[in-house]
């Protein structure tokens, strides 16, 4: 089994930061891109960023200047450096890699469960 393990949410004021994490664990073979969603209340899931297997980051433009995507592929883990924090960052953030679990196995999607971020006024 392969499960994902978010941490580093929390609370923090306006203009604040934060670096969560997420860690695959389990029967992983190999693992692709990851990236990082979120869904505040009241509003669709979105993405956040994504990053690559070499390390090519893709962001969404609200994020853009103040969020950084990063990995360690020894660890199988992708962090997201959370700098000059709104509220409107405010939201559940998950996880997503795209991992196999055998050498001849195909890739799928597998989330953690997700880490709050609250951004206070």
């Known amino acids: 089994q392969v499960q994902l393990v978010e941490s580093g949410g929390g609370l923090v004021q306006l203009g604040g930061s934060l670096r969560p994490s997420c860690a695959a664990s389990g029967s992983i073979f190999s693992i692709g891109s990851m990236g990082w969603y979120r869904q505040a209340l009241g509003k669709e899931r979105e993405l956040v960023a994504t990053i690559a297997s070499r390390g090519k980051p893709n962001y969404a433009d609200s994020v853009k200047g103040r969020f950084t995507i990063s990995r360690d592929n020894a660890k199988n883990t992708v962090y997201l450096q959370m700098d000059n924090l709104k509220p409107e960052d405010t939201a559940i953030y998950c996880c997503?890699?795209?991992?196999?679990?055998?050498?001849?196995?195909?890739?799928?999607?597998?989330w953690g469960q997700g880490t709050q971020v609250t951004v206070s006024s």
């Open positions: 997503k890699i795209e991992a196999s679990r055998y050498w001849t196995g195909s890739m799928n999607d597998y």
